[in-house]
């Protein structure tokens, strides 16, 4: 029975269901030693499954994990069922005489998850007295393109930066009741009053308290375009100055949905070095054609 997960730099297979995560070091060489001398470093040994040379499996192209899991007659008399988790997968070594248990499974994706659980592990089944499990998972290195099975993101989206830009001085002419109505018709609250304050001759003044109209929070403008709607209204025209609403040229708001098994900001770095790695690969591809 294989389960095909995928692999990041971190060394962290992810499932649809649980995560398999190293407890080695990838980076400050405490992980050094005869097991990782011949297995390699925890972040360069894996490779891709169809490219590795055993033509099968072995410890270069995946992990095997055991899971033997027994509910005896005699065992805990008063538990109707045992639940069988992520705890009870252990690896297994592929390579006789070398203790594999670099890689283990992650049983929650963070630590609220692990407060809050019912249960020691990711639960996987539950057996009745007398029933025993059995089964052997093949962890393999796969990508997402691939298959969906090995994407770590359940959404990922971008939109460009809002700029939202109220002009002041045309908002002073409006009534406090059409200005509450611009505010109003945001729905995500983009716009607040603000205090306004005159300075002259090193004294500050406060002028109307309260009733300046400002973009207090523009990353939330989702640009459905009701406070310009609103404005056209009041204004009685489309081609009004009261507020400018546009997008920015070179600015993004990029937003990622994981599925558990990793933290966005862990998917973004990945995403970064691979891009990093295929560009440079380009570049060598691309040399090696003007020299010929």
Not at 17 to 38: I, L, N, Q, Y
Not at 115 to 134: C, S, T
Not at 260 to 289: F, N, S, T, W, Y
Request: negative net charge.
């Amino acid at each position: 029975m294989a389960f095909f997960v995928s692999l990041c730099s971190r060394t962290l297979f992810y499932l649809s269901c649980f995560s398999f995560v190293s407890r080695a070091c990838v980076c400050c060489g405490s992980c050094a030693g005869p097991e990782t001398d011949m297995l390699g470093t925890l972040g360069h040994r894996f490779m891709d499954n169809r490219e590795c040379e055993c033509g099968d499996k072995c410890y270069k192209c995946c992990v095997t994990f055991e899971l033997n899991v027994k509910f005896d007659h005699d065992e805990s008399p008063g538990l109707q069922e045992k639940l069988v988790t992520s705890r009870d997968l252990l690896p297994v070594a592929l390579v006789e005489g070398v203790e594999l248990d670099d890689v283990q499974p992650v049983h929650f994706s963070n630590a609220k998850d692990r407060e809050n659980a019912q249960d020691a592990g990711i639960l996987l089944v539950k057996l009745a007295r007398g029933q025993e499990l059995h089964l052997m998972a093949t962890a393999i290195l796969g990508v997402g393109k691939e298959h969906a099975k090995w994407c770590p993101t359940s959404q990922c989206s971008f939109v460009s930066e809002p700029i939202v830009e109220p002009n002041a001085s045309a908002l002073d002419e409006l009534s406090d009741l059409d200005r509450a109505a611009v505010r109003d018709s945001c729905p995500v609250g983009v716009f607040g009053e603000t205090s306004r304050s005159l300075q002259a001759d090193g004294v500050t003044v406060e002028v109307d308290p309260g009733q300046g109209l400002e973009a207090l929070n523009p990353e939330k403008c989702m640009y459905c375009g009701e406070c310009t709607a609103k404005c056209e209204e009041i204004a009685g025209r489309t081609d009004h100055d009261l507020l400018v609403v546009k997008s920015h040229d070179s600015k993004f708001v990029f937003t990622v949905e994981t599925t558990g098994a990793l933290a966005p900001e862990d998917v973004v770095q990945q995403a970064l070095h691979v891009i990093r790695k295929k560009m440079l690969r380009l570049q060598v591809e691309v040399q090696e054609k003007m020299d010929e």
